[in-house]
Every structure is written in structure tokens, then in C-alpha cells.
């Protein structure tokens, strides 16, 4: 069964930086799409972003492109966001998901999840 840790998130000021980080028990993580989801209270989950197993393509939401940045490091079996000039609309519950796929600009999500870390954006 593959655990996927998360941590980070918290809260932090308009305008302000946060970095979540999801790292996989699993040694096959360099074979995996991996992507972020944000889920607001009472909605289901958002695709934020998704980056390919080499790390070399990377995908966004409309809303977070040129302020957020996935990366991943394979031999840390982690995968990161990096957020900046972050806004009140940003706030949510954000959820790692791995072993999706990114096809025909949409990606299909897995089964398999990070806990969920809160990011608050409030003055």
C-alpha cells in the first residue's frame, strides 16, 4: 500500500509564499505522474498542477500559472508546490495525488492520495 506524507501549508498573509511538499513510501515514485488538487470546503477537488515522471513537462491551472511552481526530486520521492503571491482564493485543503495521467489537456486522477495539508490566505 503506497503512503503519501504531506506537509507544509498553514497560514499565511496575501501576497505570501508557502511550499508544500508530498513525499511517496513508494521506491517506483520516478515512474509516476504526479499533481496537486485543492479542495475547497463543501466542493470536490481542483486540479492545480501535475508534472511529468522526469520532471521535464509540467501543467497548471489557469488560475496559478506564472505564482505557483510543481518540481519533484526522484531521489527523494517527493514532489513539491511551490506557491507564491498567494490570494485569498487560494485558500483551501491541498491533496497530492499520484499515478494519474495528463492527456488532452486534462488529468485523470488516481486513487491514491496525500492526507491533505490547509492553506489559509487571510490577513
Known amino acids: 500500500q503506497v503512503q503519501l506524507v504531506q506537509s507544509g501549508g498553514g497560514l499565511v498573509q496575501p501576497g505570501g509564499s508557502l511550499r508544500l511538499s508530498c513525499t511517496a513510501s513508494?521506491?517506483?515514485?520516478?515512474?509516476?505522474?504526479m499533481a496537486w488538487f485543492r479542495q475547497v470546503s463543501g466542493t470536490g477537488r481542483d486540479f492545480v498542477a501535475a508534472?511529468?515522471?522526469?520532471?521535464?513537462?509540467?501543467w497548471y491551472e489557469d488560475s496559478v500559472k506564472g505564482r505557483f511552481t510543481i518540481s519533484r526530486d526522484n531521489a527523494k520521492n517527493t514532489v513539491y508546490l511551490e506557491m507564491n503571491s498567494l490570494k485569498p482564493e487560494d485558500t483551501a485543503v491541498y491533496h497530492c495525488?499520484?499515478?494519474?495521467?495528463?492527456?488532452?489537456?486534462?488529468?485523470?486522477?488516481?486513487?491514491?492520495w496525500g492526507q491533505g495539508t490547509q492553506v489559509i490566505v487571510s490577513s
Open positions: 508534472i511529468s515522471k522526469s520532471g521535464e513537462d509540467t
Open positions: 495525488n499520484m499515478g494519474g495521467s495528463y492527456e488532452g489537456g486534462t488529468y485523470y486522477q488516481s486513487s491514491y
Open positions: 513508494s521506491t517506483l515514485f520516478s515512474r509516476y505522474t
